[in-house]
Structures are given as C-alpha cells and as structure tokens.
C-alpha cells in the first residue's frame, strides 16, 4: 500500500472536495481530471456543454515555523485550468469554484493500492490564502483554436495546511 505524500494529498483532497460540491450543485457536465492529456482526449464540443478542470500542484514554498525548529509551514501553489465550452460556461464555473474554496478545504491522507484508495484520514484543513483568476488568451482569434482552448480560464491557489510539515523518519 503506498502513503502519499503532501502535494498529491493536497491534489486529491481538492480534488475530492470539487467533484462534491459540483455533485450537490448538480453540474454535472463537469469532469475534473490530474492531467492535460486527459483534457485533451475527453471529446469537448459546444454543442455537448461539457467542461473539465484540471488540478494540478506546482510551486511550493517552506519556512520554519520559528528559529531552530525543523518544522514549517508550506504554502503551495495549486492551479486550477478551467476548460469551458462558451464563456457564460466559463465565467460561471470560475465563479461557483472560487466561491466554494475561499472557505476552506479539508485535508486528507490517503492510502492507495492499485490506484484504488484503500483509506483516507482527515488531517487538517486547507487554507486558501490568495485566489487570482484570469482568462487564458493565447493571441489568436478564438476560432482557430480547439475547443478546450477557447474558453480557457486559470485559477491559482496560494495554499497553507492548518498543521506544520515535520520531518520524516527514513522509515516512513
């Protein structure tokens, strides 16, 4: 069974907590994946109003909790790609997925085998410290792009866990 570690909990933990509340909402047209290829194979037209986010973590910073301590607090940056079919879709989604993150996500551990989780423990909350969007716009005209890019917007998370990162034993 293998433990994941900190950024991928912290991928599936909002990954979890998206693909709830959009089934509550009832959106659902929204498929949320881990990867672009995964976007980019799903078959996304105007007509069929399916959009998909993609979670993704990328930078992380660390910092002592306080002078001689080994412990620190990360705050990690998580991105959210949005991929509409019409920019009402777009603008809408950006909107419900902020206003369901702005309070806080739980976080989990999780324990998987097989790609199948085999358990999950809360541990802490999630804390979104800053949440900017924009649109992507790659300098053409919309029309000559695929259709997962023309209605494209990001979302980058700062993220802070409620607990500090410890050291590990070789063992764990």
């Known amino acids: 069974m293998a433990k994941l570690r900190i950024a991928r909990n912290l991928e599936a933990s909002i990954i979890e907590h998206l693909k709830d509340h ?8 929204v498929i949320i994946e881990k990867s672009f290829s995964r976007i980019y194979g799903l078959q996304m037209s105007e007509n069929s109003k399916q959009a998909a986010i993609c979670v993704r973590a990328s930078d992380t910073n660390r910092k002592r909790i306080e002078i001689g301590s080994d412990a620190m607090l990360r705050s990690q940056l998580i991105l959210l790609d949005v991929f509409a079919t019409s920019d009402g879709q777009r603008l809408d989604l950006v909107d419900f997925l902020g206003s369901i993150l702005i309070g806080g996500i739980p976080y989990y551990n999780y324990n998987i085998f097989n790609g199948v989780v085999m358990e999950r423990v809360q541990h802490g909350v999630i804390r979104v410290l800053t949440l900017e969007d924009k649109p992507v716009q790659f300098g053409v005209d ?23 990162e410890m050291p590990h034993c070789l063992g764990d």
């Open 22 to 29: 959009l089934a509550i909402a009832q959106w659902d047209d």
């Open 142 to 164: 919309k029309s000559s792009l695929d259709v997962q890019d023309r209605y494209r917007h990001l979302i980058s998370l700062s993220c802070s866990l409620s607990h500090p």
